[in-house]
């Protein structure tokens, strides 16, 4: 089992900044792939960032030099460092890890609330 916790969240005016952290605990050995989520009231699940293994990280068209993630091994822990904060942002931020193994999951972090004022 992967258990993920967001945190960085918060209220931030148009223009400023936030990090978001994702510590991965339990079998974190497992972890393949992990990526960045969000979803706005009444809108779909939308991919921010997802940074496979091996391969270079990939950002959505919406964020696209706004935002950064990187992931510290060492820590199990990834970050997304987000500038340049539209209200557009506005959404619940999900952390995402596919676990690999003896068979195949996904999990997800509980979401931390990123709100963007104009």
């Known amino acids: 089992q992967v258990q993920l916790v967001e945190s960085g969240g918060g209220l931030v005016q148009a223009g400023g900044s936030l990090r978001l952290s994702c510590a991965a605990s339990g079998s974190i050995s497992g972890i393949d792939a992990m990526g960045w989520y969000r979803q706005a009231p009444g809108k779909q699940l939308e991919l921010v960032a997802t940074?496979?293994?091996?391969?270079?990280?990939y950002y959505a068209d919406s964020v696209q030099g706004r935002f950064t993630g990187s992931r510290d091994n060492a820590k199990n822990t990834v970050y997304l460092q987000m500038t340049s904060l539209k209200p557009e942002d506005t959404a619940v931020y999900y952390c995402h890890a596919h676990i690999v193994g003896w068979g195949s999951y996904d999990s997800w972090g509980q979401g931390t609330q990123v709100t963007v004022s104009s």
């Open positions: 940074f496979p293994s091996g391969g270079s990280a």
